[in-house]
């Protein structure tokens, strides 16, 4: 376990890209067609990712264990968690991506089927945690351990880390998920809400806000999925370029908010403790 800690300190950033790498791996593996006989393609997708996601979550809090690194990383007593309120733009944003739609008669839920919402509310549990845990809790962590001990530096250990996370999503158009214009715009707006998610972080010195409003705004945006008679499950995803221009613009805000919260986030001491 040393040579471990002893390669993490030394190569942090080889570190990271192959955290990520082979978690992206690990949950882009399908077979879902495998479990079709006990149930409907859409709930085997769910909890295929459910399964993956989930997976790979735990192995990597395992992981930061090991490394000495879960106090870094967001997993720390509530006794300590500071300035939590910091995260209430994801309500708002959670609100306008769709989370009143089941209510306003814009949607009708599909109530009909309860093991496809459940596996549903999971599945997009299982990306907030997912995502969080491995670019907010483990990247960050790992980085700042190596370059946190200027504001400078934190700040652009916060943007680049979460570029990364914008692009990632790549694997959406090269997985035939999303057109180019579609991921584009995901990739502008994914590395807004990572430098917001970031910010949080680092301020509440806790991680559980950021998985649980990352997973609110997932499942928000996708109740089209559960409702009557909805076909949109596994359509490739598209956008005008009027709504992704809108989208980018909406969404920008939470850059400009992630950066000032940044402003006050203490430097990282070398046991990198999130303590104030």
């Known amino acids: 376990m040393n040579k471990l800690k002893n390669f993490v300190n030394e190569h942090p950033v080889i570190t990271v890209i192959a955290l990520i790498l082979l978690s ?25 990712g459910i399964i993956e996601q989930g997976g790979v ?14 106090e870094a990383a967001g997993f720390t007593n509530p006794s300590r968690w ?3 309120w910091l995260i209430w733009p994801i309500l708002l944003y959670s609100v306008l991506n769709g989370g009143t739609s089941p209510f306003d008669g814009t949607l009708t839920l ?16 299982s990306v907030g945690f997912i995502e969080e845990i491995v670019f907010r809790g483990a990247a960050l962590s790992i980085l700042l351990k190596k370059w946190g001990g200027s504001r400078k530096q934190i700040y652009w250990v916060v943007v680049l880390s979460n570029v990364a996370f914008g692009g990632l999503h790549l694997i959406n158009l090269i997985m035939g998920r999303r057109t180019l ?3 584009g715009a995901q990739v502008l707006y994914g ?24 997973a609110l705004f997932d499942l928000c945006g996708n109740f089209s999925d559960i409702t009557v008679g909805s076909q949109t499950f596994d359509q490739v995803m598209d956008l005008t ?3 992704a221009l809108v989208t980018t613009l909406i969404t920008l805000p939470l850059l400009v908010y992630g950066l000032v919260l940044l402003r006050k986030v203490e430097p990282i001491t070398p046991t990198l403790s999130l303590e104030e």
């Open 181 to 183: 214009l579609s991921t």
């Open 110 to 125: 599909d109530t009909g089927k309860p093991l496809l919402i459940a596996l549903f509310i999971l599945l997009y549990l």
């Open 191 to 214: 590395t807004f809400f990572g430098v917001f998610f970031a910010a949080c972080l680092l301020r509440n010195k806790s991680i559980w806000p950021v998985i649980f409003g990352h």
């Open 82 to 84: 500071k300035q939590v």
């Open 57 to 70: 979550s735990i192995l990597v809090v395992i992981l930061l264990g090991k490394l000495g690194l879960l």
């Open 24 to 48: 992206t791996v690990l949950t882009e593996i399908r077979f879902e067609d495998k479990l079709t006989d006990l149930m409907d393609f859409q709930s085997a997708s769910y909890l295929v």
């Open 241 to 243: 370029w009027q709504n």
